[in-house]
Nanobody, 126 residues
């Protein structure tokens, strides 16, 4: 079975940092685009960051540019999101996802991603 497991979420004060991890198992994802999305209560799931299999193509949502950093290790089948200078508006459930239809093109539409984790809660207090 394909499985994506996120970890690293929690409660942090504004200005703080968290490092989210996404461990993939059951299939080799090293040749696919991976991404992070988030969903706050009452809002649609939104793109946060994405990275190509080679790591050469990276995209960020404007709201997190300069504060978040995405990275991956294809040998370990793991992806990370270093979230710094966190703000209350970053509060959401964060999901990792795999786009099995792309190796280099990072798309921002959630519906185009094929596999999803269960999510990890990030809460930023003011």
């Amino acid at each position: 079975q394909v499985q994506l497991v996120e970890s690293g979420g929690g409660l942090v004060q504004a200005g703080g940092s968290l490092r989210l991890s996404c461990a993939a198992s059951g299939r080799t994802f090293s040749r696919y685009v991976m991404g992070w999305f988030r969903q706050a209560p009452g809002r649609e799931r939104e793109f946060v960051a994405g990275i190509s299999w080679s790591g050469d193509t990276i995209r960020y949502a404007d709201s997190v540019k300069g504060r978040f950093t995405i990275s991956r290790d294809n040998v370990k089948n793991t992806m990370w999101l270093q979230a710094s200078s966190l703000r209350p508006e970053d509060t959401a459930v964060y999901y990792c996802a795999v786009d099995a239809g792309n190796t280099e093109q990072v798309v921002t539409t959630a519906a185009l991603y094929d596999y999803w984790g269960q999510g990890t809660q990030v809460t930023v207090s003011s």
